[in-house]
């Protein structure tokens, strides 16, 4: 019964290095999105993967973002080349399905500070 | 994409208060949450209320989705509903999208 967790909960970072934020979905959840919150903000929609279909990459700010799920479990979110304005809270949330019909469940959160 | 409205942006209550929080959307929804963000940041859902009226103790909350809104109400209100509280919809696009949030301060 474990719910949605994230690794690190913190990450402090140099401009210009590559971060890895980790995912784990509930059990059974086949849609998993991820979102940047940045301080005082609400959550923007960065992208999310259903089942075995092509995810939906619409929401990254650009192509220094990529995300990869292994099936229909873990997810990782990497930021190459970080930089100072990539700073803020990494939330992932997963649910049964996408669309209508199904609650969102929210990991704790990476909060990543580039210096 | 579809717009989401959130009103009052900051609010600050006495406990024992009651408060209306309102949500207006842009288009029609497949899905809406009401969630509270605590002061430690984690997202508590509270609601998934496309349609219709639920409550959950001190808080219920009423979607009207033919005139593209909802309320969540508050009452009684404690010290511990302080934070931020957020309304999520999913249209036919299946991307979500958050309103702002109205950041609820509760005064003892």
């Known amino acids: 019964g474990a719910g949605v967790s994230q690794s690190p909960s913190n990450k402090v970072t140099e401009k210009g290095k590559d971060v890895e934020l980790r995912c784990d979905p509930i059990s059974g959840h086949t849609a998993l999105y991820w979102y940047r919150q940045r301080l005082g903000q609400g959550l923007e929609f960065l992208i999310y993967f259903q089942g075995n279909s092509a995810p939906d990459k619409s929401g990254l700010p650009s192509d220094r973002f990529s995300a990869e799920r292994t099936g229909e479990s873990v997810s990782t979110l990497t930021i190459q080349r970080t930089q100072q304005e990539d700073s803020a809270v990494y939330l992932c949330?997963?649910?049964?399905?996408?669309?209508?019909?199904?609650?969102?469940?929210f990991g704790p959160g990476t909060r990543l500070t580039v210096t | 994409g579809i717009q989401v409205e959130q009103s009052p942006p900051d609010l600050i209550l006495q406990e024992g208060a009651n408060s209306t929080l309102r949500c207006n959307f842009s288009d029609s929804v497949n899905n809406l949450q009401w969630f509270h963000q605590n002061p430690w940041g984690q997202l508590i859902n509270l609601f998934y209320?496309?349609?219709g009226t639920k409550q959950n103790g001190r808080l219920s909350a009423t979607t009207v989705a033919t005139e593209r809104y909802s309320l969540l109400y508050i009452s009684s209100s404690q010290t511990t509903d302080s934070g931020v509280y957020f309304c999520a919809v999913i249209g036919g696009s299946y991307i979500p999208t958050f309103g702002r949030g109205t950041s609820l301060i509760v005064h003892p």
């Open positions: 949330a997963s649910s049964l399905g996408t669309g209508g019909a199904y609650e969102q469940y």
């Open positions: 209320i496309p349609s």
